[in-house]
């Protein structure tokens, strides 16, 4: 329904976009919190440069790769090597604190409003920030997550003991082929629980939190509400964009927000219900909270 032309900024400077913002999150009843890969990378999480080489300089200078997603798909020869990098990786992206306080300035900003996340972010830093599990949906997976490689079952295994053996033992960019992880149930090896393609696992756990979800909107369809979308890109827009802007365009009272550094944005159709703030998530948000 919405036409291909798109708005650059909504209507107001930079200072009136950040008070109507304020506004909407104040006196607006329900919050549903869009987040993507932005939102991470403003609280510090980057796949490259200074981060990348801190915690990889050695697979950079052996493999020929220099950020971490391309290592992620890296055919490394063995999966002794292939578990060196992604044991390394979950550490840093999964079980390491993000650098910066992004995620809990957003979580004391919304905490007691009646609030539902979305999120196609893997790296489990919503409920370390404080956010209620119950009112969270990972589309994606989650980076703490095992699943079979084949798969022969709709389960997935904690993976955060067996990493953290891996990161202990890995030696010359390779872990012991002891550790390498196996399904309990057919022995086919253990896979990341991604969404990278038609392997993925949607066990209960995920089930659950799509039917809660759905359910939050669903009650939810009339009323002033906030679509606040942080960081989302043009990768998967069907699973959060679109759907933000389907939605506010179905309900007058709702309004959609976009805190994205360079891509704030909203169809025309809309425009009178947006708010786009073109920044950084986490100085935005400290803005808001003054």
Not at 104 to 128: G, M, P, R, S
Not at 217 to 244: A, Q
Request: overall charge negative.
């Amino acid at each position: 329904m919405f036409s291909k032309m798109s708005i650059t900024k909504s209507t107001g400077n930079y200072s009136e976009q950040i008070e109507g913002l304020k506004d909407k999150l104040e006196t607006s009843d329900t919050i549903v919190i869009g987040a993507g890969a932005g939102l991470s990378t403003s609280a510090g999480f980057t796949y490259s440069g200074e981060r990348f080489r801190q915690y990889f300089a050695d697979f950079e200078e052996k493999y020929g790769f220099h950020d971490m997603y391309s290592g992620g798909f890296y055919p490394y020869s063995t999966l002794e090597e292939h578990w060196a990098f992604w044991s390394r990786n979950i550490t840093v992206n999964r079980y390491m604190d993000a650098p910066k306080p992004v995620y809990q300035n957003l979580f004391e900003i919304v905490k007691d409003k009646d609030y539902f996340v979305i999120t196609t972010n893997v790296d489990h830093c919503f409920q370390k920030a404080g956010f209620d599990k119950k009112r969270l949906f990972y589309t994606q997976g989650d980076y703490g997550l095992f699943q079979c490689s084949e798969p022969c079952c709709n389960e997935t295994f904690d993976n955060e003991e067996a990493v953290r053996q891996m990161m202990e033992q890995q030696k010359d960019m390779r872990i012991p082929s002891a550790l390498l992880p196996i399904c309990p149930h057919c022995g086919k090896p253990l896979s990341m629980n991604l969404r990278a393609d038609d392997t993925f696992v949607e066990d209960a756990g995920w089930h659950l939190a799509a039917e809660r979800y759905h359910n939050f909107l669903r009650t939810r369809k009339s009323g002033k509400v906030l679509f606040l979308e942080l960081g989302v890109g043009y990768n998967t827009p069907g699973i959060i964009k679109y759907p933000f802007w389907q939605m506010t365009a179905e309900n007058r009272q709702a309004t959609y927000a976009c805190i994205n550094y360079g891509e704030a944005v909203c169809p025309e159709e809309i425009k009178s219900q947006s708010i786009c703030v073109d920044g950084d998530i986490g100085d935005v948000l400290s803005k808001l909270d003054e």
